[in-house]
């Protein structure tokens, strides 16, 4: 199992960046994908779930309106657009698959809101 991020960096606050997560070793269609974010000294935050067919989506209440998660079962991969992006939103994002009883992680992408 892969899970590859991409899509990070530096924004301006009340920007937008869309991250990337392609998977690779499993049958992606068939499993939730998760978005968790970690800012520095803090613990792993879950940010945003799809669930295999993506017919339903769940956000954490930081990013409830500004944040959208979807996926492309096709191409393996998975998206988070972050819009109106703000300083607190800092933090490493890494994509997660849950299959049977493992979890499984890409390496993760910096997102750095900042002036």
């Known amino acids: 199992v892969q899970l590859v991020e991409s899509g990070g960096g530096l924004v301006q606050p009340g920007g937008s960046l869309r991250l990337s997560c392609t998977a690779s070793?499993?049958?992606?269609?068939?499993?939730?994908m998760r978005w968790y974010r970690q800012a520095p000294g803090k613990e792993h935050e879950l940010v945003a779930t799809?669930?295999?067919?993506?017919?339903?989506?769940d956000y954490a209440d930081s990013v409830k309106g500004r944040f959208a998660i979807s996926r492309d079962n096709a191409k393996n991969t998975v998206y988070l657009q972050m819009n109106s992006l703000k300083p607190e939103d800092t933090a490493v994002y890494y994509c997660?698959?849950?299959?049977?009883?493992?979890?499984?992680w890409g390496q993760g992408t910096q997102v750095t809101v900042s002036l």
């Open positions: 070793g499993f049958t992606f269609g068939n499993y939730d």
């Open positions: 997660n698959a849950r299959i049977f009883i493992y979890e499984y």
């Open positions: 799809i669930t295999s067919a993506g017919g339903s989506i």
